[in-house]
């Protein structure tokens, strides 16, 4: 079975950091891309971020671009997302999805697999 196991969320103070990992097992590693994407209350699901193990690219949203960081340890089969300069309005569940690489996007647009989510509070 395919699992998806997020971790690294808690409670930050504005400005704080945090690293959130993504530990997937019965995949095939490189044939995946993995994506955070984050609910807030009230809103809808947004797509942080992804990177393309088959290649080592990665999109990061503009929302977040310039704090977050999103990089892969293949030999671990986890993704990590690092955090910096939180901001209250990041405050949201993250979760990790994996979907099949495709050439044609870093990113594709279908998610196959998700994990189970881990809470990230910012605190003002």
């Known amino acids: 079975d395919v699992q998806l196991q997020a971790s690294g969320g808690g409670l930050v103070q504005t400005g704080g950091s945090l690293r959130l990992s993504c530990a997937a097992s019965g995949l095939t590693f490189d044939d995946y891309a993995i994506a955070w994407f984050r609910q807030a209350p009230g809103k809808e699901r947004e797509g942080v971020s992804c990177?393309?193990?088959?290649?080592?690219?990665?999109y990061v949203a503009d929302s977040v671009k310039g704090r977050f960081t999103i990089s892969s340890d293949n030999a671990k089969n986890t993704v990590y997302l690092q955090m910096n300069s939180l901001k209250p309005e990041d405050t949201a569940v993250y979760y990790c999805a994996a979907g099949t690489v495709v050439v044609t996007a870093i990113c594709p647009g279908r998610w196959d697999y998700w994990g189970q989510g881990t809470l990230v509070t910012v605190s003002s």
């Open positions: 990177i393309n193990n088959s290649d080592g690219r990665s």
